[in-house]
């Protein structure tokens, strides 16, 4: 693979530098470079912190207040490739966007300390080609040695100890003797290569219009920016993404692709194998270490062409980018709520435009950002507006529950019921839809009104049957559920209020009675194989009716499904946070979707109280750009992003008093301007998680206004007394 040269600055002489160090409290430290070294700009080195010896990067030149004599020196330089500019820039840019310190960012980026590690040459061994040596001693153990290497594959000593059953010292005496050679393998195995001359799927003459705008937007030499990749539910945006990959690895670049739930890619893998006749590399929290330290080290060397990853392979060290994809680039997913909260497609942009190479951005319901970014001209756009096949759009229909006879615990209305019957008794699959996991979200004493709620948060039980237990969505808490009320002691008074899908499956299951039911929940599929295995039965119609939370809105492909029932689409629209509609739309567009893929044309039914609601009115009339156009109207009369800047402050704390006060003193000490405002403090709706007790300030700003110096200044002077912790969330999705 053709390889750029590593970018890096000019290199250091003897003199000072600033290092940074992968620790979250800390900016740079500034060290002497020992006379006979020489360090570069992204150089991996040793250096004394403390009491001990950390790994940093070099960040830049030292600052020329401090007295040279005061500092320590770097210990050594790692033989590791150092990080290249691109990353470094997007690890200082993503720290100030997100007022992270640099430290937190590059821990996140050297996520595998061991990596730097120079690699341990393994030895093993193998048989020296025939004839034995003359006067070979022959033993028993010796003959199954030589009978074991007789393939001529060297064996590493632990599979020659489990293959052949003898120890080392056979091996030695072998080696001495002249009939076996040690040999050195090297750990650092480069992963598989996808072969990009392969033949793709035969496009549709739309795909390959588009294919081709791609393929040329990737092959331009020093071509960046972004394109939104805008195709209706099925009408192949990976194969057509398939071909701007080829393209970049045809230029010998390296690719990433970020999907947004790991769980879900099973089927996404096996198809980038048949296309490319390798699987890509797969970066996410749970791989192993050693997969993960190979996976590092190869990204840097540039030997992985190919990486599908969560949103933290984004800090992977690559050495040559040619292409970013983001699959699904609306979904929440991508934004980390936790340590430093990012939004993982808006980093995207930045590492490819630091990197200088092409971001795809693909979705069937591109987010409100994107929308307005393609409109400004900053973005470019490829349309696909066929499914794939002779499959249509699934035409979708509101079913007004105000109207509708409900019978008491029941949450399938009559026109759902009876759609469903008809679809089952012509052969075809269901897809019941509600998005709340568990049997029911509140358990309550019909005696004296006590509901059951967490210990640690300001949240109720979640009844989860399957699994007999209440659980807490959001600290994880368990217990069983009582017989009594612990409240009043009432026997036989606890009941469950509102339906989760194993409460929707008992009623469809008593409705249904011949059905064959799929249950898809986190709660009940443990894991991408789990998911990849129920999909597989769906698809080979194991199942009639399939009932599932969010899980089922993603990608998925059901050849079968002709009638998708809503059970609560209204659900989303609760809270109303700012993109609250947008959500729902996005989410319910894409269950829709997932009826009528193939020959069948596809029906949607959607059980709402409110259907002149403007989400309900664009889904029942699949008109996805008069949504958002008319969402895009509102941000912009309200100053919302992406018209104005928005930054959520969360102060949290063990003391209710201390958490108030610190909201309060920050109201205070707020930054006051034209443009500018602040809101609040308030509890937040979720105001007690794990024991802390959390208060919320918003800060709303015009466009013009850079709100970081802003907020670091005034929350500089934010005294963090009485274990009170600030939290700083540029453009906020959780509004909890
Ligand atoms: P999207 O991502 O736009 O929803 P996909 O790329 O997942 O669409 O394609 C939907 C389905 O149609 C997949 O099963 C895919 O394999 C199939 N498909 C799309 N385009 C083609 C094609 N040109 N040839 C064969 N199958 C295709
Ligand atoms: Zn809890």
Redesign the pocket.
Known sequence: MALDPVRTGPRIGAGRVAVLVPLPLAGTYDYTVPPGLSVAHGQFVLVPLGGRTVAGVVWGAAEDAIDPSRLRAIDSVLDAPPMTRDLRETIAWTAAYTLSPPGALLRMAMSVPEALDPPRPETAYARRPEPLPDGLRMTEARGRLLRFLADGEPKRMREIGGGAGVGPSVVRGLVAAGAVAPVSLSSETPPPVPDWRRRG????TS?ETAAARLRALVAAPGAHGVTLLD??????????YFEAIAAALARGRQVLVLLPEIALTVDWLR?FSDRFGAPPALWHSDISRPARRALWRAVARGEAPVVVGARSALFLPFRSLGLIVVDEEHDAGYKQEEGVVYNARDIAVVRARNAGCRLLL?S?TPSLETVVNVGRGRYGSVR?AER??SAGAASVSAVDMRAEAQAPRSWLSPSLRSAARQALDEGRQVLFFLNRRGYAPLTLCRGCGHRMSCPNCAAWLVDHRLAERLQCHHCGHREARPADCPQCGATDSLVACGPGVERLSEEAAAAFPDARIALMSSDTLRGPQAIDRLLAEIRARDYDLIIGTQLVAK?H?FPHLTLVGVIDADLGLEGGDLRAAERSFQLLHQVAGRAG?AAFPGRALVQTYDPDHPVMRALIAGDRDGFVAAETRARRAAGMPPFGRLAAIVVSGRRLEAVAEAGRALARAAPRQEGLLVLGPAPAPLALVRGRHRHRLLVKARSDIRIQPLLTAWLREAPARGGVRIQVDIDPYSFL
């Open positions: 799927a035969t496009l549709t795909q195709g209706v539910t099925g009408s192949g945006k990976t194969e057509v198809r693909s069937a696909l794939f096949g990608g492909d893929r």
